[in-house]
C-alpha cells in the first residue's frame, strides 16, 4: 500500500520543480552573458548621423568582396568595379564565430597582388570576417563577411 500524499510532499515536490526551472534560467542568463561578444557601437545616436555619408562614401569605391578558406588560409579577394585587384592601404580584421568571442583570431594579411592572405585556424562551420580596409584615398571600408567552412 502506497503512502498518502501530504502537504509535506507536495511542497517539497513542487519545491525541487521549481528549484530545477531556476537553476536552469540562471544557468542559461550565466551563459549569454559570459559569450555576448559585446556592443557594435558605444553610442548609436552617434554612429547613425554618419552612416549615409559613410556607406555612399564605401559604395562609391565599387569593391567587391569575397572571403573563403582552404587548407588553413584565409583568402580575401578585393576588386575594384571592372574587376581587378585592390591594395588597400591599411586592412584590419577579426576572423572568428557568429556567436562566440572563444575562437576570434586577428589574420596576419598579405598581399600577394591578387589576394589578402593569412593563416587561420578552423574547424567545420560558419564563420564571420569582421574587416576594416582603408582605401589609398582614405575612404574606410568596413563589411561582415560570412565564410563557410566545409570539411
Known amino acids: ?6 502537504g509535506r510532499k507536495v511542497f517539497f515536490g513542487m519545491s525541487a520543480a ?6 536552469v534560467n540562471l ?4 551563459s549569454a552573458v559570459r559569450t555576448f561578444p559585446g556592443l557594435e557601437v558605444k553610442n548609436s545616436y552617434v554612429a547613425s548621423q554618419n ?3 559613410d556607406r555612399a562614401a564605401q559604395e562609391a569605391l565599387g569593391w567587391s568582396i569575397h572571403a573563403e578558406v582552404h587548407q588553413e588560409e584565409l ?13 588597400v ?4 580584421g577579426t576572423f572568428g564565430r557568429a556567436t562566440s568571442v572563444r575562437d576570434d583570431q586577428i589574420p596576419d594579411f598579405v598581399f ?5 592572405r593569412a593563416p587561420v585556424a578552423t574547424s567545420a562551420g560558419n564563420w564571420n570576417l569582421r574587416f576594416e580596409a ?7 571600408f568596413r563589411q561582415r563577411v560570412v565564410v563557410l567552412v566545409e570539411r
Open 1 to 6: 500500500m502506497a503512502a498518502p500524499i501530504t
Open 18 to 23: 521549481f528549484g530545477v526551472i531556476i537553476a
Open 27 to 30: 544557468f542559461m542568463a550565466y
Open 51 to 53: 552612416f549615409d555619408r
Open 75 to 87: 583568402q580575401l579577394a578585393i576588386t575594384n568595379d571592372v574587376g581587378q585587384p585592390v591594395e
Open 89 to 92: 592601404a591599411e586592412l584590419t
Open 112 to 116: 600577394d597582388g591578387t589576394l589578402y
Open 134 to 140: 582603408m582605401a589609398k584615398d582614405g575612404t574606410m
